[in-house]
């Protein structure tokens, strides 16, 4: 049987990182220290289901705080680090680039000097062992046009705020490889979704729009296309990439599943219509209401995942028809997770707007 691992994650009371924390802890021997600011969208009751394993442990801590990460690191002494903790809503960039530079460059280059530290205390065999996981987007690419898609060698042509601090944090921790020997892995992912996504997120906003009777704001004329990837299935690359991928490679994550944001927003509509009618609004498409673009707002993202599939056989397990009806119940009967989330830090209002 393979030797237990020690997983440092970053950001892991968020989306992806809780779903990776609990694939981790239910799925695995390893152990997990999550080190999360908690921030808006970090929320410790997305790891609620593991939270009394002995195998977990968290630490509340800023990842640009570096007296702290580094005893954070020394104590615990990981085998693998996995950096997921960003900002990252577009929107939110473009009201206030601050905290993303902050966190997604500042916080990575504090996080690449802990490890690069505790990396050359180790004894050789240790050392050998150690890796330091880099999870970023396909947003770092910009825009694709109608055919074609993202691969390892793209171009870097970010648009956002948001997407040009990934991409900084992306040569950061490639840099610090090249120059330092740092045995790191990089990730690029499309889009997530699933349970327990923050709902300023299109798939959580519009169902829970629906489930409040409220408009259902679509940029532009809802043509921009994204590809679409189950956070369980995503979970489960990361995990497998983060030991087995090659030092010092790049792997594009993607589930192969375009959707136009319109075409995703209908989808939700029909799916509420079954599980969550609502007879004083009747059909939920009624609350489509098409809006004001987001400035900027890339045409396409596609990814070719074809190096991860190819090198571990990888694939997603879940449709996107199967994962949509998960996300769609969970929320349905999960009120008081978002509900508190609606009474305090994020009450639905459209962000992202330049006056």
């Not at 299109?202 to 940029?219: D, H, K, Q, T, W």
Request: glycine share 6%; with cysteine.
């Amino acid at each position: 049987m393979a030797e237990a691992e020690r997983f440092l994650i970053t950001g892991g009371a968020g989306f992806i990182g809780s779903a990776v924390v609990t694939y981790l802890v239910r799925e695995s021997r390893h152990e997990v220290l999550v080190v999360d600011k908690l921030t808006y969208a970090g929320n410790l009751d997305s790891l609620a289901m593991v939270a009394d394993d002995p195998r977990y442990n968290f630490a509340h801590a800023d990842i640009a705080d570096m007296p702290r990460l580094r005893k954070l690191i020394e104590d615990f002494r990981p085998t693998v680090i996995m950096h997921l903790a960003a900002e990252s809503h577009v929107d939110r960039s473009i009201d206030g680039s601050s905290p993303f530079v902050q966190t997604n460059i500042v916080g990575t280059y504090v996080l690449l000097e802990s490890a690069l530290a505790f990396w050359r205390s180790l004894p050789k065999a240790a050392a050998a062992r150690f890796r330091f996981h880099h999870i970023s987007t396909d947003e770092v690419f910009g825009s694709l046009p109608a055919e074609g898609l993202f691969t390892e060698t793209s171009p870097y042509r970010p648009s956002s705020p948001y997407a040009a601090s990934k991409a900084a944090s992306d040569h950061l921790v490639r840099a610090w490889h090249h120059t330092y020997g740092l045995p790191i892995v990089i990730s690029n992912c499309c889009n997530n979704y699933g349970p327990r996504q923050f709902p300023e997120k299109l798939i959580p906003l519009m169902i829970i729009n629906c489930l409040e009777g409220a408009e259902l704001p679509v940029y532009g004329r809802g043509d921009n296309v994204r590809d679409w990837l189950f956070v369980e299935d995503h979970a489960r690359a990361l995990v497998m990439l983060s030991k087995n991928g090659r030092v010092g490679e790049s792997y594009n994550v993607g589930a192969n599943c375009e959707r136009k944001n319109i075409d995703v927003v209908r989808a939700i509509c029909s799916l509420m219509d079954d599980i969550a009618p609502n007879p004083a609004v009747g059909k939920f498409e009624s609350l489509i209401r098409m809006v004001a673009d987001r400035p900027g707002h890339d045409l396409r993202y596609a990814i070719d995942a074809s190096k991860l599939r190819a090198e571990f056989g990888w694939a997603p397990r879940v449709s996107f028809e199967e994962g949509l009806a998960r996300t769609a119940r969970w929320y349905v009967e999960n009120r008081p997770w978002w509900q508190s989330i609606r009474a305090g830090v994020y009450r639905g209002e459209r962000l992202g707007l330049v006056s």
